[in-house]
């Protein structure tokens, strides 16, 4: 597993500034390409990539079918667990 640099874009819920993309499947090492989910690592929602590998609000068909891939619940909740303790959810 490796990061890939991604073209610098915003989380469409938080606004968080994302310039590289991680793959979640285990023993997989695919650059993202439209259509590919993102999740955010500062309000850990789900997004989708563009064309321009930017980043958008999924529809509520694609939210639905995220969330019933097992890599997207645990990355999220990887997500959730590392940051747990960070910096800017002290402000709430």
């Given at each position: 597993m490796r990061d890939?640099?991604i073209?610098?874009?915003?989380?469409p819920?938080c606004?968080?500034?994302?310039?590289?993309s991680?793959?979640?499947?285990?023993?997989?090492?695919c650059?993202?390409?439209p259509g590919?989910?993102?999740?955010?690592?500062?309000?850990?929602?789900?997004a989708i990539f563009?064309e321009g590998?930017?980043?958008?609000?999924p529809?509520?068909e694609e939210?639905?079918?995220?969330?019933?891939?097992?890599?997207?619940?645990?990355a999220?909740?990887a997500i959730a667990?590392?940051?747990?303790?960070a910096p800017?959810k002290?402000?709430?």
């Amino acid at each position: 597993m490796r990061d890939h640099i991604i073209p610098e874009s915003k989380c469409p819920y938080c606004e968080h500034k994302m310039d590289r993309s991680l793959n979640a499947e285990v023993g997989q090492d695919c650059k993202p390409s439209p259509g590919s989910i993102s999740i955010c690592l500062r309000c850990n929602k789900i997004a989708i990539f563009t064309e321009g590998l930017q980043q958008r609000k999924p529809t509520p068909e694609e939210l639905e079918a995220a969330l019933k891939l097992p890599a997207v619940t645990l990355a999220q909740m990887a997500i959730a667990h590392a940051t747990w303790n960070a910096p800017w959810k002290k402000d709430k």
